[in-house]
């Protein structure tokens, strides 16, 4: 079975040019994910490489299945020069391990939590992940693998957060859009949620 890991990268670099820094995070009992930083403009995203290695299992199954599941890694944008996003580096890195660990499913509508501030001063400490497709293409796999996606990850505020779980990520979707919210500012703060 070839490794997915190089074919994911070319399709990062493709779709976001070329990182100008990278790091490494392993975990005790996973493998390791790193996390690449590439600036376009006034936007840098950090995407994961890694979490792809291995399908996403169920996490009712019994025995994992190696091949069949699906994979994913994650992709974050932010204006930069704003906040000390590059500490997000480990956050993400701990989300990326997150289906090694504990065994979730990451799909887009799912909330993610780190527990913390996702940069320093971060009025964030979750992410809503969004659906793939649009900035970077689904890496297509030879059968039986599914494919890899790319799935954007959109900063919630603890506000935020509680909304969602209460009235779904749609509706928190549409709050954002119909209130103009410009996701990508690491320093916004929560959308009206009355």
Not at 32 to 56: C, K, N, W
């Amino acid at each position: 079975m070839a490794d997915v890991l190089p074919l994911v990268e070319a399709r990062l670099r493709t779709a976001l040019g070329e990182p100008d820094a990278r790091a490494a995070v392993t975990f005790l009992g996973t493998d390791r994910v790193e996390v690449l930083r590439f600036h376009e403009g006034d936007i840098v995203r950090y995407a994961t490489l890694g979490m792809s290695a291995q399908p996403m299992a169920d996490p009712t199954a019994v025995v994992a299945d190696p091949v069949a599941g699906p994979r994913a890694e994650l992709v974050l944008s932010v204006r930069a020069g704003l906040a000390d996003t590059d500490k997000v580096l480990r956050p993400l890195a701990v989300l990326a391990a997150s289906p090694q660990v504990e065994g979730v499913v990451v799909a887009p509508g799912a909330s993610l939590d780190v527990g913390e501030p996702l940069w320093p001063g971060a009025p964030f400490t979750s992410v809503l992940v969004a659906e793939p497709g649009g900035l970077v293409e689904d890496l297509e796999l030879d059968a039986p693998l599914d494919p890899v996606r790319f799935l954007p990850l959109l900063p919630m505020t603890p506000n935020e957060a509680a909304w969602k779980r209460v009235h779904g990520a749609q509706a928190l979707q549409e709050r954002w859009l119909t209130q103009g919210t410009d996701l990508r500012d690491p320093t916004r703060t929560s959308v009206p949620l009355e």
